[in-house]
């Protein structure tokens, strides 16, 4: 894992990459997008673990941190939802010229799985999309789920919200683009779970196969 | 390459150990000739990697930066960034990997001393390693373990006597304390979290072992910035520094803040504020006494110096 620092000299951010473990004979890129606020440190280790994963799956994988959170640079007052949808552009851009890959796929939580699912949508170079524990929350998340036109595996690690994801994802099973799956395990971006040393090593895995 | 997250502080990655298997990210001033001493470490919060409880650690270190001094924020082995150690058979990890920091530093910076900065976990972590390195000449105790002293107690349920709450769970039989009178009336046996005192807590540093620390410390000259926040679970009043450790009352070296409105993560950014204010204007106030050994050949211990 090399951790570095990219973008511009105004809008510096913080990456961890992860190059794959396995030779593949092609580059398959794969893009960690993190939610927010609280939900963004006790999220860290699935990360790291899942980025392990998918190196040895033979992905090359890019986590980073949006402008004004983690260790990138900024303040989080200057950021905004469109600031960090640019941010997983660029980190598309960013891993696309490291790996040398032409196409990437994108995997995020909770808000993280939001703005992945918008940016998928303005990008001809995402061919797949993982929304983990998505923010069902409104009109503007459901549409950018309904422009897409790449496979997308919705998954969901908590009962409660499977019920209300499965009500708000549209009903496209008869094309094939939305998979909506729950999986047992810990939700990893809810504070009061965190520091049990527990990992949703299902949610992990499924990740991976759905990959693969 | 050093990377300028302001326009007045350059960032840079820091891979170290042996091999390099830990990973920190070391702040300054973007310009070489402004650098202070004592280096900053910032240590891990339980878990929490290097960016720390509502990015605590990135705001201080940037701050610091500004004011011109180098900072260091890393994560243990197993934590965050960091991979584990290949030596597993040693038998303090986290000592080993402060001795690890502190080396980097020395070789990366010439940095001679040290302040090292902890919360919670972090702050036991930093006071137990001070004890063992001549370098480290200040340590930032947020929130360590602390003593409950009668004062204490009598604060605690003085104010509870005075809260209609606490009267209504009495006479309406809620309440934690009316629950283990039922668990001990049907023989069940109390949950861990009231055995407090009987059981040590992961972060339990012994009476004993805190006042000898304190005292070498200070014999030392190394000082001691204490700060308590309304979070702490065994602390509630400034004084309740000096009620734990009459002997230390007057001890230039030590300085105590309390912050009762302040959460032990710093959730609100005012509270961070306050506390990134303390710390600095103790930073710059205080004689610590070692200073670095700067290089003639390379001018100074500039961040630009740094390796990666």
Known sequence: ?212 | MSDRVRDDVQERIAHFGHPKTLVGVVSGPAAPRAVRDPVVVVLNVGVIHRVGPNRLHVQLARRLARDGFVTLRFDFSGIGDSGPRPDRVVADVVRQDISDALSYLEASVKATSFVLVGLCSGANAGLRFARLHPGVVGAVLLDPYWYRTPGFYLRHYGRRLLQWQGWRNVLTGQGAHWRMVRDALRGDEPPAHLEEGLMAPPNMIPRAEMEQAVAELTGRGVHLLSVFTGGHEAYNHKEQFWEAFPRFKGTPEIRVEFLPTAGHTFQRPADRRAVIALIREWLTSKPFTRAPQVSPATGGPGIARLVS
Request: charged share 25%; aromatic share 8%; with cysteine.
């Open chain 1, 1 to 212: 894992m090399t951790p570095f620092f990219f973008g511009t000299a105004d809008h510096r951010l913080f990456g961890a990459y992860q190059p794959s473990r396995r030779q593949t004979g092609r580059s398959r890129g794969v893009v960690l997008c993190y939610p927010c606020g609280h939900e963004y440190v006790p999220a860290h280790r699935a990360f790291r673990s899942l980025a392990g994963l998918l190196a040895d799956a033979g992905h090359d994988v890019l986590r980073f941190d949006y402008h004004g959170t983690g260790d990138s640079g900024g303040d989080l007052e200057e950021s905004t939802s469109p600031s960090w949808r640019e941010d997983i552009s660029m980190a598309i851009d960013e891993l696309k010229d490291t790996a040398g890959a032409d196409r990437v796929s994108l995997c995020g939580l909770r808000m993280g799985a939001a703005w992945a699912a918008q940016v998928a949508s303005e990008r001809a170079d995402v061919d797949r999309l993982v929304a983990w524990d998505p923010v069902l929350d409104g009109r503007e998340y459901v549409q950018a789920l309904t422009r897409l036109r790449l496979p997308t595996l919705v998954l969901l690690t908590q009962e409660a919200e499977a019920g209300i994801g499965r009500a708000l994802v549209p009903d496209t099973s008869g094309e094939g683009r939305i998979e909506v799956e729950s999986v047992r395990g810990a939700s990893v971006w809810i504070e009061g779970a965190f520091g049990t040393g527990g990992l949703p090593v299902p949610a992990l895995h499924r990740i991976v196969d759905w990959l693969a």
